[in-house]
């Protein structure tokens, strides 16, 4: 059975780097599909961050890819985002999810992770 | 600001239909396959529905999806107090700003 786990700090001061890891189990990121962070602010809705596949290709959102960075680390089944120069717009819960697709297009989110709640105050 | 519209609630009693819209453009919609999601409260999205009509194992065929030129509808039959959540289209859009994107939410509500 497939999960998705996302780990990172609550609490992120404005102007620091939000960093955050999914941890993949019971399918190895190597045998295909593409890994997505998607977010959503408290009482609003879903916004898509980022796409990564197996060999580190990525498509970030416009609106936000100049802040961002997403990885793929194969030997631990886990991907990571980085997101700078925050502030309190990007208070969010930060989902993982995979996604089957092709060409760096995501087709829809077959899996996800629980969330986890990134507020960013000083 | 999310580029697929969707009404902000609709509501039914138990057992009856209620239908979701979803309206877009010809660089998304009209040109990609559409995917629906179901939000409980406090938990994460789950797929309902992809590739326009397509059910994951595991969703009851009371739930269903159609798409017409640039706009997708989900239709949701013999409600349940269950349904009550929160409803997202989503597709991806290949103009300049290409991206996957998502609908505005509906919140569902039964009477």
């Known amino acids: 059975q497939v999960q998705l786990q996302e780990s990172g700090p609550g609490l992120v001061k404005p102007s620091e780097t939000l960093s955050l890891t999914c941890a993949v189990s019971g399918y190895s990121i190597t045998s295909g599909y593409y890994w997505d962070w998607i977010r959503q602010p408290p009482g609003k809705g879903l916004e898509w961050i980022a796409t990564?596949?197996?060999?580190?290709?990525?498509h970030y959102n416009p609106s936000l890819k100049s802040r961002l960075s997403v990885s793929v680390d194969t030997s631990k089944n886990q991907f990571s985002l980085k997101l700078s120069s925050v502030s309190a717009a990007d208070t969010a819960v930060y989902y993982c999810a995979r996604s089957p697709g092709s060409s760096g297009w995501s087709y829809y989110f077959d899996k996800w992770g629980q969330g986890t709640l990134v507020t960013v105050s000083s | 600001q999310s580029v697929l519209t969707q009404p902000p609630s609709v509501s039914a009693a138990p057992g009856q239909k209620v239908t979701i819209s979803c309206s877009g453009s010809?660089?998304?919609?009209?040109?990609?396959?559409i995917s629906w999601y179901q939000q409980l409260p406090g938990t994460a999205p789950k797929l309902l529905i992809y590739?326009?009509?397509k059910r994951p194992p595991g969703i009851p065929d009371r739930f269903s999806g159609s798409k017409s030129g640039t706009s997708a509808t989900l239709g949701i039959t013999g409600l349940q107090t269950g349904d009550e959540a929160d409803y997202y289209c989503g597709t991806w859009d290949s103009s300049l700003s290409a991206g996957h994107v998502f609908g505005t939410g509906t919140k569902v509500t039964v009477l």
């Open positions: 010809t660089s998304n919609i009209g040109n990609n396959y």
């Open positions: 590739e326009n009509n």
């Open positions: 990564i596949d197996r060999s580190g290709n990525t």
